[in-house]
């Protein structure tokens, strides 16, 4: 199984986008990739941007024949969007909020996603629908 990087931020800092991005790249090879992309289109991580690149990726992921490999991927990649929601800033909470579950709800993929998410994602992926 692939671990989800357990970088420990400092008691009362909230994670932020550059750190979630970072996490996300370390439990993901193809996010390196992408992130890689983004910054030498951008030159600056632009966080709604990479994160609906990181959901385009997973949709990727769900839309092939999944493998044992892809499955775990997507699962670190959703494990550590909950983190993101857990203790990410208020900004970071909002991208991934924003940009990846309710952008995500309108993919053919989301069906075979939303499963997998953990608490915190599925509590926004209802407030979401309403």
Do not use: W
């Amino acid at each position: 199984m692939i671990a989800v990087s357990a970088n420990p931020l400092p008691p009362g800092r909230p994670m932020s986008n550059h750190e979630l991005a970072d996490g996300l790249c370390s439990v993901s090879s193809g996010l390196r990739e992408v992130r890689r992309v983004h910054i030498e289109r951008y030159e600056t991580l632009i966080p709604h941007i990479f994160m609906s690149e990181v959901l385009a990726h997973v949709g990727t992921l769900c839309n092939v024949a999944a493998d044992e490999e892809q499955i775990r991927e997507v699962a670190a990649i959703l494990a550590m969007l909950e983190q993101g929601m857990a203790f990410g800033s208020r900004e970071t909470r909002s991208v991934i909020s924003l940009s990846f579950v309710s952008d995500g709800q309108l993919e053919m993929f989301y069906a075979a996603m939303a499963p997998a998410f953990g608490p915190r994602l599925k509590r926004e992926a209802i407030g979401r629908q309403h």
